[in-house]
């Protein structure tokens, strides 16, 4: 009997067209007695690698193709409601199957080029790339190619087969069944229709004005199939020779790099590692050099000697850079300069980074910073070609609040509909009530739910490059992202699954934090001032001083330690040494909260030279974990603690981490089981193997390895270390890369704390952007909005040649369109060269220049200095609204000053004195930073708060019967009366508030101290 076999199977990977996921799809094979698995997704290659995975752990066959479209468009004028497909041309629709290596190839140049070629036509591109392929079509301009020799079908598709028999007359072609399956099931039709709604910006109500899957394009069974193909018998037949034609299926999992010829780069590598050990360690004896031999003979086994090469290079030229991940483990890349802390001295794990039982390619994952990312591409793109570098893609999916906006606008709701009802949402998440849907907005939320987690379009990886021995297109098609290079389809899992390395470039903006203030130091220094050390040089690590900083938490600003749950974790332990910040920058993690407490005390006594006072699990697992306390800190404590007390090596115990971090139950039963039995024959009871195995499932990789704890808190050193040394220059450098962790107000109101005085932007100093003069902090031109590029720059040009004497002076040299010249003098940039002259005068001075005026008609009407009357100054208040207005922020008073009338009348602490109060009720005033709400065990809504007075930043909390009586006037950069109890865990101060008001302007008129209390 004569069996139909699936050709033409598209999955969610044909974007916002298929709905089912790959997975899915191979159930539905298996469960038909299908022995093969053709991925056909339209224009693309996207589910390649996972198709090919799938396939491998099905038992399925796969086949390697692609469906080429080009959707029938409708000019504007035929765009209309009465307007259906019926009667429209046919789309240009052809079925791609891969034969060979060359097919492979042919198709993957041909999707190239239709990514960069858009409106070339399909007959173009497969033009001259026929060998290997198999066509399956009802495009006449594609049948033609059977005359050059392409082996080419008519597409006999359910529910278009009149069409087909009518070109099989015309052509003389051999016909072949093909069920277009875009959906899974029959049921799936609603969903399919409301993903083309999206993807065409259309309403559901709409669905004749684009293009759709018809009822018959469902995954049906084989025996349906043959009942609907009877009376074309010979069809049928050909999908069975069809399939067992296309042979070819790419080898994954092979390396795919540069090649290192005859072993030069081994000879490369062994000269750079030992001289760079010369340098940065000053010898090579002992266990420096086993360490090392160890590293390169490892390195020349796996033949990964190209990715440290390249990564080299690259640091070469870009100096200022932090190598993080397991890489930093490895003594040669320390050597190299790739990373900056010496794995021997901190006793880093080097086989969570490269292992002998280790297939896949090393991580090397290197930050810049963040101004330097493109370069750093550019760099790469000269050196290697554009055909043989390419970035990684991320596939961007529906998530819930985005698909929600798009289904309800599917549905038809307006923009203003959708934006209250995602408020009303976003409340109902906080809970703050519980509102009642209509059954249309229920509707909308239910297929909001089915959609999240669809993919929806590719977007591009941030850092991850991936360069070839020759042009990418032989190994995968390229796609032209708006980034401005090649692209793969695929996320960066599937990159290295398929075989390429992957080498992540990133960006910091702590980097360029920490270069722009040692430039601004060094541009700024006098000559007695001692000479700040090179980046790469600067390790403060050992500074008593820095020290005594991370531990009191002093630390906005510091890169990766400046969050309010990461200073008072510092403020618990009370110790700002580097192992201590190490420890620190892995184990604050959300999921870590369950072992942080108990880490925190453990380390407290041992920092004070007292016994462990907790009962060892084992004598074995307590040596392995002799640095952490006996508690799991760092991702390789379950592997060095599978290898201890398991006899697991190296690989092995890696893979233990791997499958527990990405909580994969169905790969552990045989990985548990061994567990168990290495355990036994250590003599381990059953109970203390249980109690071991609890803890590494409750670990679950919620911390960093060390190596990348370690690179991060080297760095997070060096801003702290800065920060303390040249506070002016640290801050300027911080808002000047867009901040950290708060807004733009608070790093400058911390200033303010710190005395540090902060300028508004002045015509003769301001920079384009925030920087330190004369031991303050100027505001830069680009914080003026409305104030465009070209004008900062046309200042900058003419103050090159001189500071501007007065405003006269300024404009004759500088002209500037009036309304950027008003915003320059009501926000006070000529209020040092105008000492006598108030901004009302200063408006009026200018009231009449106009650097259009090229025949000077104003001119004579123009007033001088000397006969402009003297206009009274702004007020307080409207200095203030003139600050909000241009810079989005306050600069001369702060919002608490703002209401010194109501605040000096009401009894109140500064928070300063809250650790003077403990266990006391006590009221305070400050302005809301920043905010974290998260979920109790019962699913209750409660909120984490930062607020700051003229004293310092406080911490408060909001619990949920606090939090729903006030969450809904919590709002950022507003100041409020706040009242609570103070309480101290572990030498953290926090306020828990039992009650809040918020300060009104209005205030001010109508206050009596009862309507506050």
């Known amino acids: 009997m004569t069996h139909y076999h699936h050709l033409y199977i598209q999955s969610h990977f044909s974007l916002m067209w298929g709905t089912a996921s790959l997975e899915q799809l191979a159930r539905r094979l298996k469960e038909d007695q299908q022995t093969a698995f053709p991925l056909t997704d339209r224009n693309g290659l996207y589910g390649l690698v996972q198709h090919i995975q799938i396939c491998q752990s099905s038992g399925l066959r796969p086949i390697i193709g692609c469906e080429l479209f080009r959707e029938t468009v409708f000019p504007p004028s035929q765009r209309s409601f009465k307007r259906t497909l019926e009667g429209t041309p046919p789309p240009d629709q052809t079925l791609c199957l891969v034969k060979s290596r060359p097919g492979y190839r042919n198709l993957c140049r041909m999707l190239t080029d239709l990514s960069f070629q858009p409106r070339r036509a399909l007959w173009e591109l497969l033009r001259d790339r026929l060998e290997g392929l198999i066509l399956i079509t009802q495009t006449p301009s594609i049948l033609a190619f059977h005359r050059d020799g392409a082996e080419v079908y008519i597409d006999l598709a359910l529910g278009r087969m009149a069409r087909a028999v009518e070109l099989h007359e015309q052509w003389n072609l051999p016909m072949v069944a093909t069920v277009h399956a875009a959906l899974p099931q029959t049921q799936d039709m609603q969903r399919h229709l409301i993903l083309r709604a999206i993807d065409t910006n259309s309403k559901l109500s709409q669905r004749h004005l684009f293009q759709h899957a018809a009822a018959e394009d469902v995954l049906c069974s084989r025996a349906h199939a043959q009942a609907r193909f009877a009376a074309f018998p010979e069809a049928v037949r050909r999908t069975g020779s ?150 990684v893609a991320n596939t961007n999916h529906l998530q819930f609040d985005g698909a929600l906006r798009e289904v309800a606008k599917v549905f038809g709701f307006g923009s203003h509909e959708v934006t209250h009802f995602t408020r009303t949402r976003h409340r109902l998440q906080r809970g ?138 510092l403020q618990k332990v009370g110790h700002g040494d580097y192992e201590t910040l190490v420890a620190i920058s892995s184990i604050i993690r959300p999921a870590a909260n369950a072992v942080t407490e108990k880490w925190v005390k453990r380390h407290r006594r041992f920092k004070k030279g007292l016994p462990p006072d907790w009962d060892p699990v084992h004598p074995l697992f307590e040596e392995v974990l002799r640095e952490t306390h006996g508690l799991m800190v760092y991702q390789e404590d379950v592997t060095r603690t599978a290898m201890a007390l398991a006899g697991f090596d190296a690989f092995e115990g890696n893979l233990l981490r791997k499958i527990m971090s990405k909580k994969a139950p169905e790969k552990l039963t045989a990985l548990r089981e061994k567990f168990i039995r290495g355990c036994k024959q250590n003599r381990l009871t059953q109970n203390q193997i249980d109690t071991v195995w609890s803890m590494i499932e409750s670990f679950s990789g919620y911390s960093f390895c060390k190596p990348h704890s370690a690179s991060y808190a080297l760095v997070s050193f060096k801003s702290a270390y800065l920060k303390l040394n040249y506070p002016e220059h640290f801050l300027a450098a911080v808002l000047a890369n867009y901040g950290g962790y708060y807004s733009t107000y608070t790093y400058l109101s911390y200033a303010r704390r710190l005395g540090i005085p902060v300028r508004l932007p002045d015509i003769n100093w301001s920079q384009k952007s925030f920087s330190a003069s004369k031991r303050c902090i100027l505001i830069g031109f680009n914080q003026i909005k409305g104030l465009k590029e070209s004008s900062i720059q046309m200042i900058l040009k003419a103050r090159s040649s001189g500071f501007f004497k007065d405003l006269n002076g300024f404009l004759a040299r500088v002209p500037l369109p009036r309304k950027e010249l008003r915003k320059l003098i009501l926000i006070g940039c000529f209020d040092e060269i105008e000492p006598g002259r108030t901004r009302s005068s200063l408006m009026l001075h200018a009231l009449c220049h106009d650097p259009e005026d090229k025949e000077q008609i104003l001119k004579p009407f123009a007033p001088s200095a000397e006969n402009i009357p003297e206009l009274p100054a702004f007020t307080e208040k409207q200095r203030d609204d003139i600050e909000q207005v241009f810079l989005s922020f306050p600069v001369s008073r702060t919002p608490l000053q703002q209401y010194k009338p109501i605040t000096r009348r009401i009894p109140h602490i500064l928070s300063e004195s809250l650790k003077d109060h403990i266990g006391q009720t006590v009221t305070v005033f400050g302005t809301l930073l920043s905010a974290k709400t998260v979920r109790t065990k019962t699913k209750d809504a409660m909120s984490f708060l930062t607020f700051e007075d003229e004293s310092e930043l406080f911490e408060c909390v909001a619990f949920p019967t606090v939090y729903r009586q006030f969450a809904t006037i919590m709002e950022y950069d507003q100041s409020y009366l706040l009242r609570g109890q103070v309480e101290e865990q572990l030498g953290a101060v926090s306020l828990h508030l039992n009650y809040m008001k918020k300060l009104d302007p209005q205030m001010l008129l109508t206050y009596t101290q009862s309507t506050m209390l």
């Not at 070819?248 to 081994?266: C, E, Q």
């Not at 490269?354 to 910073?369: A, H, Q, S, V």
């Open 242 to 391: 069809i399939l067992d034609s296309c042979e070819y299926v790419p080898a994954t999992g092979k390396l795919i790099f540069p090649s290192n010829t005859h072993g030069k780069n081994a000879q490369i590598l062994r000269k750079k590692a030992y001289d760079g050990a010369l340098r940065r360690l000053g010898s090579v004896q002992g266990e420096t050099r086993e360490r090392l031999e160890f590293e390169l003979t490892l390195i020349r086994k796996k033949n990964f000697e190209s990715p440290f090469l390249i990564a080299e290079d690259v640091v070469h030229h870009f100096p200022i850079t932090c190598g993080r991940g397991s890489a930093a483990a490895s003594l040669v890349a320390y050597c190299l300069g790739i990373t900056h802390v010496n794995p021997l001295t901190h006793h880093l794990f080097f086989e969570r980074f490269l292992n002998e039982g280790r297939k896949d390619p090393p991580d090397i994952d290197i930050d810049f910073p963040w101004d330097q990312r493109n370069q750093v591409r550019d760099y790469l793109w000269k050196k290697y070609g554009r055909n043989r570098m390419a970035m």
């Open 432 to 569: 703050l009530y519980q509102p009642r849907f209509t059954p249309t907005w229920q509707k909308v939320v239910k297929w909001a739910r089915m959609l999240e987690g669809s993919p929806r379009c590719l977007g591009v990886h941030c850092g991850g490059v991936v360069i070839t021995p020759q042009d990418i297109s032989f190994y995968a098609p390229l796609l032209d992202m708006p980034i401005g290079y090649p692209t793969l389809p695929w996320n960066k899992d599937d990159v290295e699954a398929y075989g390429f390395i992957k080498l992540d470039f990133l960006g910091n903006r702590s980097l360029a934090v920490i270069r722009d203030t040692l430039q601004s130091v060094s541009r700024s220094k006098h000559k007695k001032q001692k000479e700040l050390p090179a980046y790469d040089q600067l390790n403060p690590i050992d500074d008593p001083n820095t020290q005594r900083l991370i531990a009191a938490g002093r630390t906005v600003g510091c890169f990766y330690i400046e969050s309010p749950a990461t200073r008072q974790l």
